[in-house]
């Protein structure tokens, strides 16, 4: 079993920053990918961010040059760093991780950006 806690969301002004923190807990070690991803209100969720084993890290296009997935492992920790943030990012984020075959989420952390 694996727990994720996210945390670090708000309301930022539309080019302000946020940084997101998800803290894993329980059977780690056997995590293989660690990810962000959101849903705004009306849409299915999707992909942020991914950070593979090896270190592979993948975003979508929409977030590409203004938001950077990091890890700490010390930590057990993977971050979202969001800059220039706009309208269209507002939604839940969560921190999601695959472990062997299970897919284990966080409970979610709001993200609002105001134009």
């Known amino acids: 079993q694996v727990q994720l806690v996210e945390s670090g969301g708000g309301l930022v002004q539309a080019g302000g920053s946020l940084r997101l923190s998800c803290a894993a807990s329980?059977?780690?070690?056997?995590?293989?990918?660690m990810a962000w991803y959101r849903q705004a209100p009306g849409k299915q969720r999707e992909l942020v961010a991914r950070?593979?084993?090896?270190?592979?890290?993948t975003y979508a296009d929409s977030v590409k040059g203004r938001f950077t997935i990091s890890r700490d492992s010390a930590k057990n920790t993977v971050y979202l760093q969001m800059n220039s943030l706009k309208p269209e990012d507002t939604a839940v984020y969560y921190c999601n991780a695959i472990s062997l075959v299970v897919t284990y989420w966080g409970q979610g952390t709001q993200v609002t950006v105001s134009s």
């Open positions: 950070f593979s084993s090896g270190g592979t890290t």
């Open positions: 329980g059977s780690i070690v056997s995590i293989n990918t």
